[in-house]
């Protein structure tokens, strides 16, 4: 069964930091770009981190560069999300997707919520 499942996600106070997992199976993980994105309540879902399929480029939303840095590990299929200095501006459902080519994998979202 391809999925991906992400997990990680909570509630954390103004710069506290959370480190998001997605875990991936029934595909060949090492073949696809990965990405996370979010989406908060009454707005669209945004582009927040992407890292190739070897896992040599990382690029980001300026909204994150500098907190956020995402990552995998190929042996594990998985791809992380370190979220540092959260703000509550950072609240959202963390979506994972992979993505080669037209085909396009979608996770079910984690929430993070950043509040004091």
């Known amino acids: 069964q391809v999925q991906l499942v992400e997990s990680g996600g909570g509630l954390v106070q103004p710069g506290g930091s959370l480190r998001l997992s997605c875990a991936a199976s029934?595909?060949?993980?090492?073949?696809?770009?990965m990405s996370w994105y979010r989406q908060a309540p009454g707005k669209e879902r945004e582009l927040v981190a992407t890292v190739t399929a070897a896992g040599s480029t990382t690029n980001y939303a300026d909204s994150v560069k500098g907190r956020f840095t995402i990552s995998r590990d190929n042996a594990k299929n998985t791809v992380y999300l370190q979220m540092n200095s959260l703000k509550p501006k950072d609240t959202a459902v963390y979506y994972c997707?992979?993505?080669?080519?037209?085909?396009?994998?979608w996770g079910q979202g984690t929430q993070v919520t950043v509040s004091s």
């Open positions: 997707k992979a993505a080669r080519g037209y085909l396009v994998i």
């Open positions: 029934g595909f060949t993980f090492s073949n696809y770009a």
